[in-house]
Structures are given as structure tokens and as C-alpha cells.
T-cell receptor, first 111, second 116 residues
Framework: NAGVTQTPKFRVLKTGQSMTLLCAQD?????MYWYRQDPGMGLRLIHY???????AKGEVPDGYNVSRLKKQNFLLGLESAAPSQTSVYFC??????????FGPGTRLTVL | KQEVTQIPAALSVPEGENLVLNCSFT??????LQWFRQDPGKGLTSLLL?????REQTSGRLNASLDKSSGRSTLYIAASQPGDSATYLC???????????????FGQGTTLQVKP
């Protein structure tokens, strides 16, 4: 089992550019989450999904969109990147809201 | 609104020392509390999960306690080793309420350094 994987590991964007972060899990988990981690702020929930085809907003959803077309994948999109979105992004999954398993993270810099 | 706080932000101890990491939360209505470990540049690894009905959980040299009424949890690490050096985060899962989402609210973490 690969667990939770994230693509890419690093990315540098210019302000206004768009990109998609991919999260994949092979544990047949129903629930998936996207967090961002900033110094001194801990992890904050951006969006989450409780099943294929469903998405919901978390604590800091503005500027991000998500899709869960397949159970194993959860995509996070930035339509027009801003410097305030410079962060480390983590994806996590859980079976039905119990222990969450995290991916290795994507370090994003927006210039 | 639930808030989770971890103090201190950083801690340095000599190898072999027993230590306690603290986590406090403002709303005692929780579903469970989890402790995670994060190594530099890595993701989070779950260490212990305490259900709201439990008082403590143990795994090897780690023991986590939960006191809901006072809004506190502690992570006890016995006989610390340099390999324990990492950031430790606690996270609270609110009650299911309007639906089971499994959302977590994280503290900022305590960065532990164990010196040889």
C-alpha cells in the first residue's frame, strides 16, 4: 500500500497562475481532506469530502476549489494564485472520520 | 468556536528525560482527541487517539491522557531519545452534530528536541 500520495511535491507559481494538486489514496477510504500548514498557525482545513462526488467547505476555503470524481482521488485547485496561498498543503484520508492518514505534503510558493 | 492551544511552542531536553507535552481546548464537547507526530518536511503520523469516554491511551513509551472537564490533554514521553525529536500536534474532533465529517481542529504544535 502506498497510503496517501500527493503530486507534485514542490511547485513555484507566479501570481495569477492556476494549478491543481492531486491527492490519491489506496486504502478505500471514504473521507478525504485538504489542509494548509503555515508557521504559527497549525493546520487549517480548506475543503473536505465525505464520499465520491461530494465536497464541502472547511475553515479557509476562499480561493480554492476541489473535486472528488473518483473515490481514491481528491483534487485541490487554485484558479488564480496569490502570494497569501504560499504554504504547505497536506491531504489526508480516513475510513469514516476516524484516524486520519496524511500524505507527505506539497510545498507551494507563489511569487 | 473550538480553539486548541499547545504550550510551549518549543522544548529542548537531554536524552533519557521523561517529559510532558500539553494541549488545551476551549470547548469540552469533543468526539475524540488525537496526537500526531510530524518530522521536518514530512506529513503527520497518528500516535494516539483518545475517545471522549476514555481517560488515557498508551503506546510503548507514549501515554496520552484526557480531562474533558478541564479541557486538557497531555502526552507523556518516557525515557526520551534523540529519535523522538519532532513536532507534536494535538487535534480535537468536534461532536458529529449535523453530520459525521471527521473534521479536526489542530493546535500549533510543540517542537521537541532531545539532545544526546
Amino acid at each position: 500500500n502506498a497510503g496517501v500520495t500527493q503530486t507534485p511535491k514542490f511547485r513555484v507559481l507566479k501570481t495569477g497562475q492556476s494549478m491543481t494538486l492531486l491527492c490519491a489514496q489506496d486504502m478505500n477510504h471514504e473521507y478525504m481532506y485538504w489542509y494548509r500548514q503555515d508557521p504559527g498557525m497549525g493546520l487549517r482545513l480548506i475543503h473536505y469530502s465525505v464520499g465520491e462526488g461530494t465536497t464541502a467547505k472547511g475553515e479557509v476555503p476562499d480561493g480554492y476549489n476541489v473535486s472528488r470524481l473518483k473515490k481514491q482521488n481528491f483534487l485541490l485547485g487554485l484558479e488564480s494564485a496569490a502570494p497569501s496561498q504560499t504554504s504547505v498543503y497536506f491531504c489526508a484520508s480516513s475510513y469514516y472520520g476516524d484516524t486520519q492518514y496524511f500524505g507527505p505534503g506539497t510545498r507551494l510558493t507563489v511569487l | 468556536k473550538q480553539e486548541v492551544t499547545q504550550i510551549p511552542a518549543a522544548l529542548s531536553v537531554p536524552e533519557g528525560e521523561n517529559l510532558v507535552l500539553n494541549c488545551s481546548f476551549t470547548d469540552s464537547a469533543i468526539y475524540n482527541l488525537q496526537w500526531f507526530r510530524q518530522d521536518p518536511g514530512k506529513g503527520l503520523t497518528s500516535l494516539l487517539l483518545i475517545q471522549s469516554s476514555q481517560r488515557e491511551q498508551t503506546s510503548g513509551r507514549l501515554n496520552a491522557s484526557l480531562d474533558k472537564s478541564s479541557g486538557r490533554s497531555t502526552l507523556y514521553i518516557a525515557a526520551s531519545q534523540p529519535g523522538d525529536s519532532a513536532t507534536y500536534l494535538c487535534a480535537v474532533r468536534p461532536p458529529n452534530g449535523s453530520g459525521n465529517t471527521g473534521k479536526l481542529i489542530f493546535g500549533q504544535g510543540t517542537t521537541l528536541q532531545v539532545k544526546p
